[in-house]
Structure formats: structure tokens, C-alpha cells
């Protein structure tokens, strides 16, 4: 495993192009734009304020700057460095801006969900939207690029419209029977469209592109409801994850559930394997320690070393009492993402927030769980292979396959804190973004990992 | 008794009446006193006697006795007058009798006295043990009241509680149904207000989407160097109700697709179980094939028509063209046989099984031959099941062509070519090869045990010629032998018999035998032995002479000199530790190979040995 040096950035904003040729990141107002296997700078732009969200297109060829206390968009070509172009949405504001999936246009959304104005950068057209829904995840596109949904709220009713993205043409529009929409999701098969209420009430809804209703589920009532949901990438699965802690999916044969997830505090079953990272304390050299010891020696926690250690069961996790009187209690599944062969599903429980778990999908089991010294931050499957990468916001970075699970120290001088991590889509490389740094840690090819897999018994 | 009160009853009254009219002499109360009074009294009773007769009043008192007496119903005391005028004499027979009787009935008296004192004491006693019952039962009776009393005070008091709590019960039942309706009463009017501010709120944002848009913003404006062109190269095209109609198009197109794709996947699946079931269906014919014999001969009616119906669907079998069809005959039928056969198979399978308690009851008697037995069911199983791969992989394959060759478009044949059921071929793929290299490992097995076998059957030839030899020499030397014995014999004695034997090479040569006779020991080796060496006698050979050698070496060694012994001990220690080399079954080609270096080093070191 390499690490390269370690370049500036800001507001953690770092992204691989779609065609992984290139790395985008932001300093400030600068955009730099470099080759994603030898890091040398390709491009250097420079906004007019702060950068505070960048996006590629789809085909790679643009990028997108949003500086939204100016209510202004950047786009730059990667291919025509003098080519330029400003969108301002003046005194409406903005508050979000995307590309559409064929590359060609941008939507903006204006403050207060005022409209979506839809630029186009092929011609001087200008689209708007109206009525677009302020929630969680109100747009989405399908895998193909093909259909746009959209959240929108009318008289006090949640609809969504299903637009057609080459001529901005509405294909659908429909009501949902929600009392607040929070979210939509299209099926990656970009044939089912799913929309789940806000937390207030557990409902999720599967429409059809035509807009049928294919099936509703309901898993309880009263309590606090949907917090997360996934599709699977085969769309043949649909997790979803709530404040009651469990993880349901359902398929897409009949839209019932197959199977319910709890995350318990204590792990019994032998079968589960418990991966605890413990820290390893450095061995001591008698007679050589300074009274009083040196500020170095003293340094932040995360520079000591760590391992994983298989826990033997039963394991108790740490859990968090969640405040009963604050609003957005810290329970319930925040993040579950699939592998891409959709044998795995990783999940985090906010009321045990150090733990990762890792299901297997093929047999419908709880097959391991990493604790973590600090809260997981993030975590996000290699977009190759069955290897999930976890950031907890110190200075290491932990990989996890079937074969075994590795916990790997940034090199480096200095504190880099880890706080997100980004794959390259070819799975060989990832960006640790810290701060106001980020670094690349390429992986090995695959005999190599095998071989560093295979040093587990090491680790543990 | 009774009779006693009888009687004495009217004889007081009598008595009474008798007093008041004779006059009463002062010790007429005594004699009464007398008859009533008790045992203390007698001796008073006496002392009056004799103050009540003196001599003066002899006759007075005989009179006033007789009298008495009379009235008591005794006889006279006097002799009977022969006139009137004649004084009657007094009879003493009479007195005598009178006592007599008297003293009888004092006694009589006295005995009855006794008893009734006795039973008084009785009934005394059971009176105050009565008295006591009836204490102790009072009190019990009073304590019982007073828990009674207890307990229905304390029934009263859970009766109070209870009452109290169904009341409680009852307030939180209103206070949640009031709760409740608090609740949908704030929901409703929350929902209310949320909608009233929505409106509000929408109000202003359609004001603020006025104001700010259509303000003629000047700023809201995009500033591009030039426009770029579209990524598909196309250029926008009008909208019209044609580009409607055309993307309702796409959109069935898109969804048509999938439920296609979807069905494709599930025709996939039903084929494949459909193999499966026609495979198990298959199997279970066969494996209740050979039963079928029996339970006919049983006479047994349902298995038996239910086999013939097994005859029927093999004869169906054969008709594949069956299995393609799916209308729902053919799904019953196939579903009524499978069910009757795992009938069929579940009794047998039962059946198998209490044979197999009944044999673990009757206790493990030949093992050797159940684990042959296993032996050549695992092989005849791994057959079957490489038969089935081979099948299942045709049949894929044929599934595969059809697939390629239907599947037009490439989106779908790649979509197509990432299913299970290609991991499945491969997996099987995987376990086939897998059966290949076992079934490799297998036969190189099975030729380095021929070889050792013919290697073996060399040896012994070798072994049999310097045997013969060895034999003769031993005939001229030793003529007064018993030709008639067999061979064995004739070894065996000749070994035991010749305690001053000197030639070390014999010594030393059936030693060498051991490991050849060694590998005997092991089970694996046994069975391909003797399947591969028809001349099996050598083994009992060599088992004989090893058993001679072993007592003839403990003879040697107790007969030979230290230095003799030596060499021979060395030659031991080296064999057998070849030996131990050899037994390790870690791989099977390490064995066999290790097997035949064993051999070849035997052959050398018997060579070099003296």
C-alpha cells in the first residue's frame, strides 16, 4: 500500500472524474485538476469566491463549481482551458446545482425551493421547474440518464413528476399518498421509483416509470420511521433502514420483506466474526524515557499505533443513550450501502456508532462486525470488488474483505484526520480527505492484496 | 346389677313400711345401715353386732332376726311349730343357711360395689379426657372463627384494592382515550396550521418568485464563451406531440424490457428446477427400483400400486417432450409422483433406519465389512454424482446456445451472461475438475499399489528361491527331520529346534521381511492388495514366519553374544524406522511414492546387511 504526498484542499471537496482519468479538487477559490495515477497538475481555474461544490459531468469533459453565497455556478472544460462559462441566479439565490446526466445542462435550485431553473450550456434555453420539494433527496436520475423524478409540493400534497431528460418533457405526474415526502430513489434497473415519508411516519412507496402504484410497506406505526434506505445494485433488493435499529429488505418479486436486521448490542452467535480494533501500545524502552516526556512523545491519540483483534464472543458494543428530549435522537440505521456484487451490505447503527456491520446477503446473516476506537464517519465499497474502506476522523484508514479486515496508518508527518474517503472507480486507488489535506493511498493489484490479506493472522 | 336395683327397690319399701309398724329397736337403723353402707363400716358393723345382741336379749334379737330375716325372703330361723301353743325352737341349720347365704350376697355385694366403683373411675377419667376434647375443640373452634374472621377481612381488603384498581384502570383508560383524542385533536389541528402556514408560506413564495423573477433580473443571466454542442452530436429537437408520443414509447420500451428480462430470469429458473426435480425423480426410481421386489412380495397394496405408477411416469420419462410443456397437468402429475415417491423414499428411508438401530442394538459386529460396504457406496455415489455434473453442464450448455442465440440485442446477452446460472456452471465446472483430479489421484493410486503389488510378487519369488535354497542346505545338514511336515512346520521347528545356530544371514533375512509384511498392518493397503495380488498366501507367509522370527529372535538374542546381538539391532531400528516414513498417510502420492523408496531401501539394505 502507497500513500502519496499530501496536497491542500478545502471544504473536504475532492472528486475523481467518471472516466477516472482525472482528480478534481478545491483550495479556496482555486480548482485544480489533476491526472489521477501520476497526480501531476493537468488544469488550474479560478472561481470568483469560495468553491463550495463541485460535480464532473457525466462525461467527464466539464466541471461545475457552485458558489452558493453568490448565488453563482462556474463551469470549466476540461478539453478548452479558455472556455468558460457563469451562470448567476441574481437575488433568487441557490442553494443546490447538478448536472443533468447528459452533460449539457445544469440545474440550479434557487433558495427557499423558489424553482429549478434548468441551463442549458448547447443552447440560450432556460427550463424551470416549479413547485420542487424541499427534503432530503428530491431529484433523482436514472442509471441511463434517461428520466428525471422530482419531489414536488402542491397545495399541500406531496407529487412527484417523472420528466423526460433529453427535451425536459414531462412523462408523469403523480400524487404520493405521503403526509411528508423525504426522499426518492430510483432503482438502479431504472425501472422502479422508490419514495419513502419523513421520519414521522414508517411508509415507502414503489411506483412504476408509468407511475403505477406497485406496492406500499409499512413496517410499524407510532414511532419514529425511515432513516436511510438502498437499493441493491442488481435492484433486486431494497433496504431500509429505521429509527427502531433494524434494517428490513425487501424484494422485488412481491415488495414484501425478506428478512429484518436487528443490530443488537451484544453478539452471541460464534459464527459472527468481531473485529475490535485495540490500540497497540508501542513497546517501551526502559532506561530511555525522558521524565519529562517530549511534546512529540505526547502527541494526539491517533498516531499510536492499532490493530484489529478478533473479539471473542459474547461481544457487548458501546452504545450511546440517545437524549429522549432532543429533536433528531442518535438512533436508528444512518448509513447502509450494498457491495457491488450485492453479496454484502454494510450498515451503521447511530446508537452504537463505533460499529460497522457487515451482512451477507446470500445467506441473509449478520457475518461480521468491526469496532472501531472512535464513531465510523464514513464508509464506501470499493466499486470493484467486496472491500469496504471506513474512515473514523483519525489517522488511519481501515479496509474490510471477506478475507479479513487491515487497519492502515497515513504516513506522514503531522495529524491527517481522515474524515471522508473517495475510490477511484477502478478500485486501485482512494482519497483520504482530511480538512484541509487530502492524499491518495493506492492499493495493490491483486495478487498484492491477497498477499497483504493474507497477513491478517498478523493483525489480529 | 339391673336385677340387684329391681329387687332392692321394693324391699325398701317394704322395709319402710315395715318400720313404721314394728317399733323400732336402735339398731333396726343399723342393719339397714349395713345392707347400704360400704366396706369401712364393717368393722363397726361388728362392734354394734355385739352390743345389739346381750344376753339378755338373746331372744329379742333372734325374734326381731327372724323377722327380718323373713321379710328378706329368707326362711324362718325358727324350727317349725308343731302347735301354736309350743314355743318354737331356733333352728341353727336355718341360722347357719341364713348366715351363709347373707355372707354369700355380702360378698356379691361387695364385688359389685367394686366394679361399679371401678367403672365410675372409668367413666370418670373418659369424662375428663371428654372434657378436654371438648376444651381443645372449643378452642379450636374459637381460633378458627377468629381466622375466618381474619380472612374475611382480609378477602374485603383485596376486595377494596381490587376495586379500587379496576377504578384506577378505568381513569387511565379514559385518561388515555382523552390522551388519544388529545392527541389526533393536536394532530389534526397541527396539520391544520402546517397547512395553513404552507399556504401562507406558498403565498409568499409565489409573491418572492414575482418579485425577484419577474423583476427583469439583470443578473440572472448565464454568461458562455460559445454553446457547445450536444453529447450526442444531435441537435435539440422541437417539442411536439410526436416527441410526446415517442417518449411514451421509450417508456413502455424501457418497462418491456425488464418484465421481460424478469421473465427470462424466471423461465431460467423453472428450467432449472425443473432439472432438478426430473434429476431427483430420476434418482429416486432408481434407488427404489431394486426395493420394488420386495414390497411386492409383501403383498403390500399401496406401495405396490404406487410403484407401478413409478413404472408409469419412467415410461413418461422417457418422453421429454413432456417436460417442456407447463400447462398444469403435467405440473400435477409431476407434482403427485415426486410426492409419492418422497412418500416411498421417507418409509424406506425410516425403514433403513430402524435397521440401523436394530444393528447398533445386536452391536458392531463385522466393522471391516461396513466400512468396504461405505467404501463402494461413496465411489458408486461419486460416479453418480460426476454423471449428474456431466449432465447438468450439458444441459447448461445447451441453455447457454439457446440463450446466445436468442438473445439479439447486446444489452440483454450481457445482462444475460452475469446470472447465477453461469456462476452455478461455473462452480460445477469447478467441482468436476475437481472430480477429474480426484479421480487422477485416484488411478495413480491405484498404480503404484500394482506396482508395488508386482514389485512384491518379484520379492517373494526371490524371497521363495533362497527360501528353497536355503532349505536344502538345511535338509543335507539336519537328516533327521520329518519330511512329512509341511514346510512351515518344518521352518518353524527347524528355528526353535536349532539353539546353537550360527549363520547370521538367516538372522538377519526374515527381519528384513518385516517391512514387506508390515504394510499388511494397514487397511488400505490390505483391500488393494488382495484385490491386485491374487497370491495372497504369501502375505499369511510372511505373517507366519514373522511370528517365528519374533520368537525366534527373543531366542537368538537371549542365545548370541553381545557383540553378535549388535548388528542386528542396528538392522532392526533401520527398518523399522523406514517404516514409520512409509505408514504416514499425508498425501496419497507421498505415500506411494514413499512406499516404493521403502521397498527400494529394503532391497539394498538387505543386501549390505551380513
Known sequence: MNFSEVFKLSSLLCKFSPDGKYLASCVQYRLVVRDASTLQICQLYACLDQIQHIEWSADSLFILCALYKRGLVQVWSLEQPEWHCKIDEGSAGLVASCWSPDGRHILNTTEFHLRITVWSLCTKSVSYIKYPKACQQGITFTRDGRYLALAERRDCKDYVSILVCSDWQLLRHFDTDTQDLAGIEWAPNGCVLAAWDSCLEYKILLYSLDGRLLSTFCAYEWSLGIKSVAWSPSSQFLAVGSYDGKVRILNHVTWKMITEFGHPATINNPKIVVYKEAEKSPPLVLGRLAFPPPRAAAGPLSSTESEYEVASVPVSLQTLKPAADRANPRIGIGALAFSPDNCFLATRSDSVPTAVWIWDIQKLRLLAVLEQLSAVRCFQWDPRQARLAICTGGGKVYLWSPAGCVSVQVPGEGDFQVLSVCWHLSGDSLALLSKDHFCLCFLETEQGVGTAFGQRGDHM | ?610
Request: net charge negative; aromatic share 6%; with cysteine.
Open chain 2, 1 to 610: 346389677m339391673g336385677d340387684w336395683m329391681t329387687v332392692t327397690d321394693p324391699e325398701s319399701k317394704y322395709i319402710s313400711q315395715y318400720t313404721s309398724e314394728t317399733k323400732m329397736s336402735p339398731s333396726s337403723l343399723y342393719s339397714q345401715q349395713v345392707l347400704c353402707s360400704s366396706i369401712p363400716l364393717s368393722k363397726n358393723v361388728h362392734s354394734f353386732f355385739s352390743a345389739f345382741c346381750t344376753e339378755e336379749n338373746i331372744e329379742q334379737s333372734i325374734s326381731y332376726l327372724d323377722q327380718e330375716l323373713t321379710t328378706f325372703g329368707f326362711p324362718s330361723l325358727y324350727e317349725e311349730s308343731k302347735g301354736k301353743e309350743t314355743k318354737r325352737g331356733l333352728n341353727i341349720v336355718a341360722v347357719l343357711n341364713c348366715m351363709n347365704e347373707l355372707l354369700v350376697l355380702q360378698r356379691k355385694n361387695l364385688l359389685a360395689q367394686e366394679n361399679v366403683e371401678t367403672q365410675n373411675l372409668k367413666l370418670g377419667s373418659d369424662m375428663d379426657h371428654l372434657q378436654n376434647c371438648y376444651a381443645k375443640l372449643k378452642e379450636q373452634l374459637e381460633t378458627s372463627r377468629r381466622e375466618m374472621i381474619g380472612l374475611q377481612e382480609r378477602d374485603r381488603q383485596l376486595q377494596c384494592k381490587n376495586r379500587n384498581l379496576h377504578q384506577l384502570l378505568k381513569n387511565e383508560k379514559d385518561e388515555v382515550q382523552k390522551l388519544q383524542n388529545i392527541i389526533a385533536s393536536r394532530a389534526t389541528q397541527y396539520n391544520h396550521d402546517m397547512k395553513r402556514k404552507e399556504r401562507e408560506y406558498n403565498k409568499l413564495k409565489e409573491r418572492l418568485h414575482q418579485l425577484v423573477m419577474n423583476k427583469k433580473d439583470k443578473k440572472i443571466a448565464m454568461e458562455v464563451l460559445n454553446y457547445v454542442g450536444r453529447a450526442d452530436g444531435k441537435r435539440g429537437s422541437w417539442r411536439t406531440g410526436k416527441t410526446e408520443a415517442r417518449n411514451e414509447d421509450e417508456m413502455y420500451k424501457i418497462l418491456l424490457n425488464d418484465y421481460e428480462y424478469r421473465q427470462k430470469q424466471i423461465l431460467m429458473e423453472n428450467a432449472e428446477l425443473k432439472k432438478v426435480l426430473q434429476q431427483m425423480k430420476k434418482e429416486m426410481i432408481s434407488l427404489l427400483s431394486p426395493q420394488k421386489q420386495k414390497p411386492r412380495e409383501r403383498a403390500d397394496d399401496s406401495t405396490g400400486t404406487v410403484i407401478s405408477d413409478i413404472e408409469e411416469d419412467a415410461g413418461e420419462l422417457s418422453r421429454e417432450s413432456t417436460w417442456d410443456l407447463s400447462c398444469e397437468t403435467v405440473r400435477e402429475q409431476l407434482t403427485n409422483s415426486i410426492r409419492k415417491q418422497w412418500r416411498i423414499l421417507k418409509s424406506h428411508v425410516e425403514k433403513l433406519d430402524n435397521q440401523v438401530s436394530k444393528v447398533h442394538l445386536e452391536g458392531f459386529n463385522d466393522e471391516d465389512v461396513i466400512s468396504r460396504q461405505d467404501h463402494e457406496q461413496e465411489t458408486e455415489k461419486l460416479e453418480l454424482e460426476i454423471q449428474q455434473c456431466k449432465e447438468m453442464i450439458k444441459t447448461q450448455q445447451q441453455l447457454l446456445q439457446q440463450q446466445l442465440a436468442t438473445a439479439c440485442d447486446d444489452d440483454t446477452a450481457s445482462l444475460l451472461r452475469d446470472c447465477y446460472l453461469l456462476e452455478e456452471k461455473e462452480r460445477l465446472k469447478e467441482e468436476w475438475s475437481l472430480f477429474k483430479e480426484q479421480k487422477k489421484n485416484f488411478e495413480k493410486e491405484r498404480r503404484s499399489f500394482t506396482e508395488a503389488a508386482i514389485r512384491l510378487g518379484l520379492e517373494r519369488k526371490a524371497f521363495e528361491e533362497e527360501r528353497a535354497s536355503w532349505l536344502k542346505q538345511q535338509f543335507l545338514n539336519m537328516t533327521t527331520f520329518d519330511h512329512q511336515n509341511s514346510e512351515n512346520v518344518k521352518l518353524f521347528s527347524a528355528f526353535s529346534g536349532s539353539s546353537d545356530w550360527d549363520n547370521p544371514t538367516v538372522h538377519s533375512r526374515p527381519r528384513q521381511k518385516k517391512p514387506h509384511g508390515a504394510p499388511s498392518g494397514s487397511p488400505v493397503c490390505t483391500s488393494k492388495l488382495t484385490k491386485s495380488l491374487p497370491a495372497s498366501p504369501s502375505t499369511s507367509d510372511f505373517c507366519q514366519t514373522r511370528s517365528c522370527v519374533s520368537e525366534y529372535s527373543s531366542i537368538s538374542v537371549l542365545n548370541t553374544t553381545p557383540e553378535e546381538s549388535k548388528p542386528n539391532q542396528v538392522g532392526r531400528e533401520c527398518t523399522n524406522q523406514k517404516w514409520s516414513v512409509a505408514s504416514r498417510p499425508d498425501s496419497q502420492e507421498g505415500c506411494c511414492s514413499g512406499c516404493s523408496s521403502t521397498h527400494a531401501d529394503a532391497h539394498i539394505e538387505k543386501d549390505d546387511l551380513p
